[in-house]
């Protein structure tokens, strides 16, 4: 079976090479929920930010993913006062499983050379500051993406709902559910998430919100929301509601460990594991299963929650493009964003 790298740093993040003065860079995180685009003025270290719907081609298509993505390009430049060719680098992060017909039909509706990853790229760039680390997402979806001390990328994941997800808000939503219809039928436990189900999709019983699923049917984003309730069902100690958390974790953990030995990481004394997503929300029900399988095979691993967003790393990674890398720190970029208004679409 082929083993070669299934997401790969394109050359221009592999070989930095100062392409421009590079005064103006462009930021793009698309996801299933959002689309966030960010200009960064280098010199006067300020951030135009700009937001509009989802551009997850898994979600929407690829065309609608692509107008998404250009629409909001052309409003964080408009927010910033300048024109796409004053830009020295735009790094364009998206959301799917195939990031190849993002880029060509990106390609084709914008001339600009801009350099287009999958999300999970970003997503590793802040939590790691683009260095040798691993970057774990668990929001809607899940993926996980690292890069070693070589230089060597691997991601594991990121095979969207039908395939995969492991430890997703979506699958834990899916799988509270099956646990409450489990327990409706009689042939798992019970569990509080039955009551909770019905209650929170507002059907009269569970196998009601089973019709829903296939009937309506219920969009990720409405499976995956149902985890808020799901994590204070089991913070509050119901059995198949930590079951759920405890299993999502040890999957997800699982794919961290798989990244870990395939870039040479498992071995390093240390390296950064940064946690992304809604779901790291819950705390250490799902935090602690999860360090507990990465550290039985990478010791180093030194997970915490990733407080920068994705888009934030998608401008890390134009200013690594630029050969400009080392020019603004991880906590500074932070900070412009954390001060930096959203102007939503």
């Not at 690829?62 to 004053?86: D, T």
Request: charged residues 20%.
């Amino acid at each position: 079976m082929q083993r070669d790298p299934l997401v790969r740093l394109p050359p221009e993040l592999e070989r930095p090479d100062a392409r421009s003065p590079a005064r103006y860079l462009l930021g793009i995180d698309g996801g299933a929920t959002k689309t966030l685009a960010a200009v960064l003025d280098v010199e006067q270290h300020l951030i135009h930010l700009a937001q509009s719907g989802p551009s997850n081609e898994d979600a929407i298509g690829s065309r609608a993913a692509v107008a998404a993505l250009v629409e909001v390009a052309e409003r964080a430049l408009e927010r910033a006062g300048i024109e796409a060719a004053e830009l020295g680098a735009g790094v364009v992060a998206v959301a799917g499983t195939d990031t190849e017909a993002i880029v060509r039909q990106f390609s084709a509706a914008r001339s600009d050379d801009w350099i287009v990853v999958n999300d999970v790229v970003a997503a590793w760039a802040a939590a790691t500051g683009a260095q040798p680390g691993i970057g774990a997402i668990s929001g809607t979806g899940s993926n996980v993406f690292g890069v070693g001390p070589d230089g060597r990328a691997w991601r594991v994941g990121g095979w969207g709902h039908l395939l995969g997800d492991e430890g997703s808000g979506f699958w834990l939503g899916v799988e509270a559910i099956r646990a409450a219809l489990r327990d409706r039928d009689g042939s798992g436990p019970e569990t509080a998430l039955s009551d909770a189900v019905a209650a929170f999709f507002d059907a009269p019983s569970v196998e009601a919100v089973a019709s829903l699923a296939y009937s309506r049917p219920l969009g990720k984003s409405e499976i995956a929301a149902f985890t808020v309730e799901a994590c204070r069902l089991a913070q509050a100690g119901d059995a198949v509601a930590c079951g759920l958390y405890e299993r999502g974790a040890e999957l997800l953990g699982a794919q961290v460990a798989a990244v870990a030995r395939h870039t040479a990481l498992a071995a390093a004394a240390s390296f950064p594991v940064g946690l992304i997503g809604s779901v790291f929300k819950a705390g250490a029900i799902f935090v602690d299963p999860l360090a507990a399988v990465v550290h039985e095979s990478a010791p180093g691993a030194q997970l915490a929650i990733a407080e920068m967003p994705p888009v934030g790393g998608s401008l890390l990674l134009a200013l690594r493009a630029c050969g400009r890398g080392g020019e603004l720190t991880a906590a500074e970029l932070q900070r412009l964003l954390d001060q930096a208004p959203v102007h939503a679409g």
